[in-house]
Nanobody
Framework: QVQLVESGGGLVQPGGSLKLSCVASGFSLGYLTIGWFRQAPGKEREGVSCIRTGDSRTDYLDSVKGRFTISKDNAKNTVYLQMNSLKPEDTAVYYC???????????????WGQGTQVTVSS
């Protein structure tokens, strides 16, 4: 059974950092794409970053480039999202998902985690 579990969210002040984790079970990372997405209240879901596990090809939403870093640990079947210099507009529920190609388009992803809340506020 494919399962993704996110963790690491929380409340942080503007300029702070958080590291999200996405632990996969029921499959090995292999040659897949793991994406991070977020959705704020009243807004559409948007792709934040993705990584293709076979060659570590990555992509980022323009507004997070230089602040967020996606990485993977195949041995732990885990993908991370290091978020630095956080801004209030980064506040959202963050989800990880499994897809077949490195795109930030959520429609290309098949399995989703339950999400973890990130709140950036003073």
């Amino acid at each position: 059974q494919v399962q993704l579990v996110e963790s690491g969210g929380g409340l942080v002040q503007p300029g702070g950092s958080l590291k999200l984790s996405c632990v996969a079970s029921g499959f090995s990372l292999g040659y897949l794409t793991i994406g991070w997405f977020r959705q704020a209240p009243g807004k559409e879901r948007e792709g934040v970053s993705c990584i293709r596990t076979g060659d570590s090809r990555t992509d980022y939403l323009d507004s997070v480039k230089g602040r967020f870093t996606i990485s993977k640990d195949n041995a732990k079947n885990t993908v991370y999202l290091q978020m630095n210099s956080l801004k209030p507009e980064d506040t959202a529920v963050y989800y990880c998902a499994v897809g077949s190609e490195p795109t930030l388009n959520w429609e290309h992803y098949n399995y989703w985690g339950q999400g973890t809340q990130v709140t950036v506020s003073s």
